[in-house]
């Protein structure tokens, strides 16, 4: 309740500033730009939401099953950044409201709505060099670094929602490196809590450590497009990017690193095994076409969770296994656009999680770019080559 009143003063008060203080703004570049007179900080605001129907399609035995429909809001966010006292010290504050933003409650987090995604600071301390410290994504695979909003199929695929580090709180620096040249080299490093967002009551585990590597040979993307996806700028020349993470999550008390349930012995503690995540994966776009590829793997010191006595098997297995997704689509001059998707995942037995494979075939309008779009797609999925689906998704996106 707090928070909702606390955002509710703060929107009416920016929304009372004097017109003359509000820099001019479009659809799609934020609902109010405000910069202070004296240039000491400025304040961005944009909120967005997603709404879509989904229907799905289950094989049973020789036939397919009556499908299943439903709607919903996947994501409602409100996102405020900006620069505070220098240019150089930015930061980003975004607020989910959806049920599946804010889901994943327990009693690390106090048993409330996580409402927080990202509350980062980011400081440009030296030529190259940044400093960000607070909560948001983990430099890991390219598929979740891109928004959500920047999506050119309906949602992630298969391998991120099985494999992806996600956001974490701790602190990154992050260097860019001119090789020779347009070739970019950039270097990111990261220590957090390895527990996910949102969590109150302290490290369960050890810590969390992340590397990643990108090379851009061809110099970088228009507008950041390297973590867009679709090639909305039409490049003129051909832009790559290159990038290899690696996680190191020490003492990791959850199924899937900083995701999943918590992994608990019959006295209440948490087991604890390390767990190790990979990723490699590419960014290519040229004249509207764009293609991205990534490949995962999660490894486990001890991956059967044991309880006290370190010999018993409790309910819990870590998530070991590997994944492949290809993903490619072509913008049409009209902005209309065609893409499809290859995903595979391949859990290790041990998991008892049977291996997938699942081709999409998507359809987009954008309207205003990312900002203002509708999107479909239609999914086949099949686990072990037995258990089959069918699914529909038709999704609109508006980003103020």
Do not use: C
């Not at 040229?286 to 490894?299: D, H, I, L, P, V």
């Amino acid at each position: 309740m707090r928070l909702k009143l606390s955002l509710v003063l703060a929107l009416s008060t920016l929304l009372t500033i004097h017109a003359q203080e509000i820099s001019d703004t479009s659809f799609g570049k934020g609902l109010i730009n405000f910069v202070a007179k004296d240039s000491s900080f400025s304040i961005k605001f944009a909120p967005r939401f997603q709404v879509r129907s989904i229907s799905s399609w289950d094989h049973n035995d020789s036939s397919y099953e009556s499908p299943e429909h439903n709607f919903i809001v996947r994501r409602a966010r409100l996102k405020f950044d900006g620069f505070a006292y220098s240019p150089k010290l930015r930061y980003k504050l975004e607020l989910g409201l959806s049920n599946r933003d804010i889901s994943g409650a327990n009693q690390f987090n106090r048993n409330a709505p996580r409402y927080i995604l990202d509350a980062v600071i980011m400081w440009n301390f030296a030529k190259n060099f940044e400093l960000w410290a607070g909560q948001t994504k983990l430099p890991g695979n390219v598929e979740r670094v891109v928004s959500s909003a920047n999506l050119q199929l309906i949602d992630r695929s298969l391998l991120n929602s099985g494999f992806n580090i996600d956001r974490d709180l701790g602190i990154q620096l992050r260097h860019k490196t001119k090789i020779s040249g347009n070739f970019l080299m950039r270097e990111k490093i990261a220590i957090s809590q390895g527990e996910g967002r949102n969590v109150t009551e302290g490290n369960e585990g050890g810590l969390q450590y992340t590397a990643r590597l990108e090379f851009l040979p061809f110099g970088t993307f228009q507008s950041k497009g390297d973590y867009s996806q679709s090639d909305l700028k039409r490049e003129a020349t051909p832009k790559l990017m290159l990038g290899f993470t690696y996680d190191l999550n020490e003492d990791a008390v959850k199924e899937r690193s900083v995701l999943g349930d918590y992994m608990f012995k019959s006295d209440g503690s948490l087991y604890q095994t390390d767990i190790t995540t990979i990723f490699a994966d590419a960014m290519f776009k040229y004249n509207g076409f764009s293609f991205m590829g990534e490949y995962a793997k999660r490894t486990a010191d001890n991956p059967i969770a044991t309880d006290v006595d370190g010999v018993t098997p409790t309910d819990d297995i870590v998530l070991i296994g590997s994944a492949l997704n290809l993903q490619a689509g072509y913008l049409f001059p009209s902005n209309y656009e065609i893409a499809g998707r290859f995903t595979t995942v391949d859990y290790e037995t041990v998991t008892n999680t049977l291996p997938s494979k699942q081709y999409t075939l998507g359809a987009s309008k954008y309207i205003v770019g990312h900002k203002l779009k509708v999107q479909s797609d239609l999914s086949y999925t099949t686990l072990d080559g037995n258990e089959d689906n069918i699914t529909f998704r038709l999704g609109f996106d508006i980003h103020f």
